[in-house]
Nanobody, 125 residues
Framework: VQLQACGGGAVQAGGSLRLSCAAS????????MGWFRQAPGKEREFVAA???????????DYADSVKGRFTIFRDNAKNMVYLQMNSLKPEDAAVYYC????????????????WGQGTQVTVSS
C-alpha cells in the first residue's frame, strides 16, 4: 500500500482545511486508516482514525483535542481518506501524516504499517 497525502496549507485561526490521502491497493476498504501529526520538537501524535470492523462497518476514533472540530471519512470507491479540519487553532499546526494498517490500535503509531509523506498545516493567530 502506498499513501500520498495532500491538502495542507496556511490558514488563519478559525479557518478550515481538508486533507486528503490517496491509497493504492485493491483491498483499501478493509484497511484501518489514521491521521497523525507532528509539530517541531514534539512526538508524533494521534489525530483521528477510521477502523474497519467487517463488511461496511467502520469505527471512528478522535483525539480529545480535535473532537468536534475534525472529521475523518473515507471514500472506498476512490481509495481515499480525508480529514476535514474546522475551527483550526495555532496548536493544530504540524506536519500531518496518513497511515494504514490492519487491526490497529488507533492511538499507537507503531501499529500502523504504511505511512504517507507528510503535508504541512500552518495556522496563524
Amino acid at each position: 500500500v502506498q499513501l500520498q497525502a495532500c491538502g495542507g496549507g496556511a490558514v488563519q485561526a478559525g479557518g478550515s482545511l481538508r486533507l486528503s490521502c490517496a491509497a493504492s491497493g485493491r483491498t483499501f476498504s478493509s484497511y484501518d486508516m489514521g491521521w497523525f501529526r507532528q509539530a517541531p520538537g514534539k512526538e508524533r501524535e494521534f489525530v483521528a482514525a477510521i477502523r474497519w470492523s467487517g463488511g461496511s462497518t467502520y469505527y471512528l476514533d478522535y483525539a480529545d483535542s480535535v473532537k468536534g472540530r475534525f472529521t475523518i471519512f473515507r471514500d472506498n470507491a476512490k481509495n481515499m481518506v480525508y480529514l476535514q479540519m474546522n475551527s483550526l487553532k495555532p496548536e493544530d499546526a504540524a506536519v500531518y501524516y496518513c497511515a494504514a494498517g490492519s487491526g490497529v490500535n488507533s492511538y499507537n503509531p507503531g501499529t500502523y504499517v504504511y505511512w504517507g509523506q507528510g503535508t504541512q498545516v500552518t495556522v496563524s493567530s
